[in-house]
């Protein structure tokens, strides 16, 4: 294991050379689980054993000609140690499977005014829904107010399937993205930006969105969050401006302490128009999901009992899923309470309820949770049960539970536990249990050149 991580970390060590006046760091960090699992496959289940290696190696701070560079790259790789086979995965490699997660160098320049990121890395601004890309990002910012994003590259395939493949789990299918967004800050006050992403497969658009997105917070007990999503394409299907809104949201938020909050939110959003196009999934989802609601969050030490217990009570008024934008046509209401208590930094306790009235089904909701860490044990507990207003399946009541238990050994060494099982509307009863050992191990460099 030490043989494994010293020789990857030797080889990162090799970009952190020294040069005058330097200080750069380098962290290697490595996680390998053994797990025993069952696994529901073809009508049956079968005991599975994989091991996994995850590792990860990070630079910072290495001098390059006018600025620093940044690096990392993080990875997997499994195989399956038992007898039986293995489903892992829609490609389904039999005994072995892999992935690359991250593989960027990223270089800073003129004070971190400018960074260029080249390689496998994930895009989080404006519209590109957390795109992961092999390609090049680049982010100029001016004078403090004035930023500007864009991002170019083909969207990655789990696995190492290959480029645009229809079975992708991305959220963006092709073999072509490019994208980006303009913002404009002044102060605290005001953050506006505006973006745009398109997507190709083989010529055939994927993707095409424009957006704005808002913040607006004049006092610092108040602020406004807004963002907005234009379909391109949805105008070959739905009439109007407002048919073409993929996803939109208007939260007006009251910090009023940090033991108090209100919130109001309106959210729409049309789960098809943030797939891609030639997605096999369009027809599970080709309809809309549209409330109006209001939170508020309480603790009791706002009222200078010092007892950490939070409470959370909500509303959302939902409207027809069919419905177009806008429109008032009632579906339904839904009402939750949530309860939460802090004994310890380490231990969570909690409950909650809730109760969503449709026209064509409903339910009532109910959860209790904890967690807790001490003596090297750390364990967590989650019951949930759904009574339904009509029949599903022939059944009237959903109830499932879980239950995690993990031991610290010691030298990087881990075990640990996880057990679930219950009733559903497509099972009768089951239960499904996993153990794994793990060993972590972390090392830190950091290097100071005079």
Do not use: C
Not at 168 to 196: C, D, E, H, K, Y
Not at 333 to 353: C, D, I, M, Q, S
Not at 410 to 438: D, M, R
Request: glycine content about 12%.
């Amino acid at each position: 294991m030490r043989l494994r991580l010293g020789i990857a970390y030797l080889a990162a060590a090799a970009l952190l050379a020294p040069a005058t006046g330097r200080a750069s760091e380098l962290e290697a960090t490595s996680s390998t689980q053994l797990n025993i699992q069952s696994q529901w496959r073809a009508g049956a289940t079968t005991e599975v054993v994989p091991l996994y290696e995850f590792l990860t190696l990070t630079g910072r701070e290495v001098d390059i000609p006018g600025g620093k560079l940044y690096f990392q790259v993080d990875g997997w790789g499994a195989a399956n140690l038992g007898s039986n086979p293995w489903w892992n995965g829609y490609t389904n490699t039999g005994a072995l499977s892999a992935d690359l997660n991250l593989a960027w160098v990223q270089g800073r320049f003129l004070d971190n005014q400018l960074r260029v990121t080249l390689g496998r890395q994930t895009i989080g601004y404006g519209n590109s829904r957390m795109l992961q890309l092999d390609g090049g990002a680049l982010q100029l910012v001016i004078h403090k107010m004035v930023t500007l994003d864009a991002y170019v590259g083909a969207p990655t395939t789990q696995r190492f399937t290959a480029y645009g493949s229809i079975f992708s789990a991305a959220p963006t299918i092709g073999n072509l993205a490019v994208g980006g967004r303009l913002g404009f800050a002044w102060t605290s006050w005001l953050n506006v930006g505006a973006s745009a992403a398109f997507s190709w497969n083989d010529g055939a658009a994927t993707r095409e969105d424009l957006a704005v997105d808002l913040r607006f917070s004049p006092v610092s007990w108040a602020y406004l969050l807004g963002y907005l999503d234009w379909s391109l394409f949805a105008g070959d299907y739905y009439s109007g401006f407002g048919g073409q809104v993929a996803d939109a949201n208007l939260s007006l938020v009251f910090p009023v302490t940090q033991f108090l909050q209100f919130t109001a939110e309106y959210t729409y959003s049309v789960p098809s128009l943030a797939l891609p196009y030639n997605s096999i999934l369009w027809v599970f989802s080709d309809n809309t999901h549209q409330y109006v609601g209001a939170t508020a969050r309480v603790g009791l030490e706002q009222f200078k009992v010092h007892v950490p217990l939070d409470f959370e009570v909500g509303y959302r008024h939902i409207f027809e899923e069919w419905s177009t934008f806008g429109s008032t046509d009632t579906g339904g209401n839904r009402y939750f309470l949530r309860a939460t208590w802090r004994p310890t930094k380490t231990t969570t306790v909690g409950a909650e309820t809730s109760r969503l009235w449709m026209p064509d089904q409903g339910y009532w909701q109910a959860r209790a949770f904890a967690s807790a860490k001490a003596y090297g044990f750390t364990g967590t507990l989650d019951f949930q049960g759904y009574w339904f207003d009509d029949v599903v399946n022939l059944v009237k009541q959903s109830i499932i539970g879980s239950a995690t238990l993990g031991y610290d050994v010691g030298g990087g060494f881990a075990v640990v536990g996880a057990l679930q099982g219950g009733s559903t509307p497509y099972y009768t009863s089951y239960v499904n249990g996993l153990v794994k050992l793990t060993y972590n191990a972390t090392y830190r460099s950091r290097e100071v050149y005079e």
